[in-house]
Each structure stands twice: as C-alpha cells, then as structure tokens.
C-alpha cells in the first residue's frame, strides 16, 4: 500500500487505481478471515531507497537523483523528513504483534504526516 491509495496523483492511473483497489482487498480479506487471522496495511508515504525504472521504461521516465528525490520529499510532509525504509518497520512490527490482537482491517500511514494535509 502506500499514500498513492488514499489521493490521486501518487504515480499515475494505473498505479493509482492498483492501489485504491488494495484497500477493498485487504478489508474484505479482513472480514472473511476474521475471527482467525488479522488483516491489516501500512501505507509509506515518499521513501528514498535503491529502487530504479527498469530500461524499457527509462526513455519515458524522468530518472531523479536522491538528493533531488530528498528535497522533494521534505517539502511535501509536515514532518520534514526523507523517510528511509526503515523509518516504516515499528509500524509493521505492531501489526504484527499481540499488541495489536484488537485491530483488523485497518491502515496505519506511515507518511510523514502527509495525510494530515489531505495530500498524497
């Protein structure tokens, strides 16, 4: 999941709309797999990692160094951060535990404080 499920604009209409139907999967799998088995996401909003296009799509798509990508980043969540992969792991590892036994079908934005202003 990511911050692309929740506002347009997150990686255009196909990755968009890919990710608007992974809520619906992942809270009808929520109800049909309950009472037995949890079902619950988080959604990172921008992360710098190693990630590149592949080359078929790389004359198509603008390729932006990591201190571009940073910057970029810092200026759209009100916490001011590039967020690094491991800046998401807490929230994976709550899910995960008995600590959260109580909550199903639910997303946790991991985004910098992105959602809070309504932005994607």
């Known amino acids: ?3 692309a499920s929740f506002y347009p604009d997150g990686g255009g209409v ?3 709309a890919s990710k608007h139907a992974q809520i619906g999967l992942m809270r ?9 088995i949890r079902v ?12 590149t296009v592949i080359p078929p799509l790389r004359p198509f798509v603008k390729i932006v160094d990591n201190d571009t990508k940073a910057s970029s980043i810092k200026k759209r969540n009100i916490l001011q951060l590039a ?12 899910l995960a535990s008995d600590e ?5 079908g639910e997303i946790i934005s991991s985004d ?6 309504g932005l994607g």
Do not use: C, K
């Open 1 to 3: 999941m990511s911050g």
């Open 28 to 36: 009808q799998l929520a109800f049909e797999l309950s009472p037995s």
């Open 83 to 94: 967020q690094m992969p491991e800046d998401h792991v807490a929230a994976y590892v709550l």
């Open 14 to 16: 196909w990755y968009t």
């Open 40 to 51: 619950n996401a988080v959604a990172p909003g921008g992360t710098l990692t190693a990630l």
């Open 112 to 117: 910098g404080g992105l959602s809070v202003r």
């Open 100 to 104: 959260s036994r109580a909550i199903t």
